[in-house]
């Protein structure tokens, strides 16, 4: 007894014999006409003329019984001979030409989302949706509402199309391990096509190289590049003050949790060290902003536990309870007191920096000459770019590219509230590429829940899902998996228990089991083989098909839609501005 697995929908048993008949009777067809191809060619290359009997059954039977000479007369055999297996030769050649591509490029996985599955993320559909989300384009013809208006493009859906997009109030969540393409597939496209403000953040200068001189040629805007640590190897030509704008102690608390995520790690997220260095660090900062002081003071005092001065200042802008906590801390246990400092200097270590410093102070005080303010609220209302750099590792620019792109995202926010429809038009692309590295925003989990809604679409790009995990924590980082509209995972996952999770996001599909049983002669009859079929269900991309998906291709897993395969597409075989197909 056997058993053969087919997809559900293969061929009903008792099929076989007819189809292979079928199968050869198109055969003879085709080479017959194949051979009236090459008679007729023979004919006309002897100076015969173009001599093209009629097709069908009289051909063959004049052609089987009489020969070559009888159909293309002065026409030798061995020419048409030659003729028809060169024919041959090229009909093979070209089919299996086609065989490979087709399995290469236009082979997706049996069973994903057809276009009509993934109807909103299609163009027309589309369309109609930036339409109701941005009120700049309600009223502008179809033919003036360019593609790269509609949404962020995501890849063209397999095997054929149309490429798909997401909205305007989507928040996306790429995984996608290293070498997958996605600079040249995703954050470079994105970055290059925003229709408004766009931010993008990465440890290497390829985003910024192949994206500045396009946005500037596109936008007529500036291009701004926030690189305290040379990345790029441009110089410096902005500054940004973190202080400007903190007025109260919850922005403090927010900017100083930038610094202490660089010190937590997944499992001590609030241990007793790292929580009061939060609160003193907080203080001082709080302390520094009101009084128009520097970061570089703030680090200052935190080399020297007894130094009053914050604690005054505090006092003298009526925040008698900052103050009175910095006192307290101050007059503790000395070894908890020094202990509590030594966390908060670990946490600010790229506050004793001179070279990161002068990103961050004023242009008089720095020196740097040609400089000019960052203004985040003009930004969010503008088309500009900006693009963060910072190397990976302890003592980097990485808290304060993190404390940069929070301050835009809550600009954003403040500004569609502001605004009409309270929703940035155009809206603020916030492109987070190793983000886990240099943009550990504690909070990127819960913001995510209401980012979209105010017309500010973040792309957070992860190298594998435990490297959130390290951030963000398994709630945190469950959290925005959970919270991401749209989420992409391209190839090389090798995480087994996240290959899992997918894999049952993906769903299951029903397949054809055919078994078979052989029945015994008596010596006259013949035995028997009896049929029967079956439906199974069986996973439509198993782990292990997963981890083998060819690069350039990724999975996207929109909310309330099936999952769909699509091909990435490379910014330079995508040109900007080119309508959806």
Excluded at 194 to 221: C, F, H, M, N, Q
Excluded at 225 to 247: E, H, I, K, N
Excluded at 516 to 543: E, F, I, K, N, W
Aim: with cysteine.
């Amino acid at each position: 007894m056997g058993r053969v697995l087919e997809p559900r929908g293969a061929a009903t048993p008792g099929f076989g014999l007819p189809m292979t008949l079928l199968g050869v009777v198109w055969g003879v067809v085709g080479l017959a006409w194949l051979v009236r191809l090459a008679g007729t060619t023979a004919s006309w290359l002897a100076g015969n003329g173009w001599v093209s009997p009629p097709f069908g059954v009289d051909f063959v039977r004049l052609l089987v019984g009489d020969g070559v000479e009888a159909v293309w007369p002065g026409t030798p055999t061995w020419a048409v001979v030659v003729l028809v297996f060169l024919l041959l030769a090229v009909v093979t050649t070209a089919g299996c030409a086609l065989t490979v591509l087709g399995r290469r490029v236009l082979a997706p996985v049996e069973g994903l989302a057809q276009a009509h599955e993934v109807a909103p993320l299609t163009p027309a559909p589309a369309k109609e949706r930036a339409r109701r989300l941005r009120r700049s384009l309600a009223q502008r013809p179809d033919r003036d509402v360019a593609a790269e208006d509609v949404g962020l493009a995501l890849g063209v859906l397999m095997p054929r199309g149309p490429r798909l997009r997401a909205s305007w109030e989507d928040v996306l969540l790429a995984v996608m391990a290293p070498r997958a393409g996605e600079t040249t597939t995703l954050t470079v496209p994105i970055v290059r096509n925003a229709p408004g403000p766009v931010l993008a953040t990465s440890i290497k200068p390829d985003l910024w190289e192949a994206t500045w001189a396009e946005r500037a040629g596109s936008t007529g805007e500036r291009v701004w590049v926030f690189d305290p640590q040379g990345v790029t190897g441009q110089s410096q030509a902005m500054w940004w003050d973190p202080l400007r704008g903190v007025t109260t102690v919850e922005e403090a608390t927010r900017l100083a949790g930038h610094f202490i995520t660089e010190i937590r790690g997944e499992k001590d997220g609030r241990d007793f060290w790292s929580s009061a260095a939060h609160d003193l660090l907080a203080n001082l900062l709080l302390a520094a902003a009101l009084s128009e002081r520097s970061l570089p003071e703030v680090y200052e005092w935190l080399t020297d536990s007894a130094v009053p001065t914050a604690a005054n200042l505090l006092r003298a802008h009526g925040h008698h309870a900052a103050a009175a906590a910095v006192v307290g801390r101050q007059n503790g246990a000395v070894e908890t007191r020094d202990g509590v400092y030594e966390t908060a200097r670990t946490a600010a270590s790229a506050l004793r920096d001179p070279v990161i410093m002068r990103w961050l102070v004023p242009a008089r005080t720095s020196g740097a000459t040609g400089c000019e303010e960052f203004n985040t609220a003009a930004f969010v209302t503008s088309r500009q770019t900006l693009h963060l750099l910072s190397k990976n590792g302890a003592g980097t620019a990485a808290p304060l590219v993190a404390a940069l792109v929070d301050r835009l995202m809550h600009d954003g926010i403040r500004a569609a509230e502001r605004s009409s429809g309270a929703r940035l038009d155009p809206p603020l692309v916030v492109v987070l590429d190793e983000a886990a590295n240099i943009c550990k925003i504690p909070d990127l989990p819960d913001l995510y829940s209401h980012l979209g809604s105010r017309g500010v679409v973040p792309l957070t790009v992860l190298q594998s899902y435990r490297q959130g995990v390290r951030v963000w924590g398994e709630t945190g980082m469950d959290s925005l998996w959970s919270a991401a509209t749209v989420k992409l995972v391209g190839a090389g996952i090798d995480d087994a228990r996240f290959a899992e999770d997918v894999s049952r996001l993906v769903g299951d599909h029903d397949v054809t089991v055919r078994s078979y049983a052989d029945g015994s002669g008596d010596g006259r009859q013949r035995a028997s083989r009896s049929v029967t079929t079956s439906l199974r269900r069986q996973r439509l991309l198993p782990p292990e098909h997963l981890r083998a998906m060819p690069k350039g291709t990724a999975l996207v897993l929109a909310t309330g839609l099936r999952a769909a395969q699509v091909r990435l597409q490379p910014y330079y075989e995508a040109p900007a501005r080119r309508g959806d197909r």
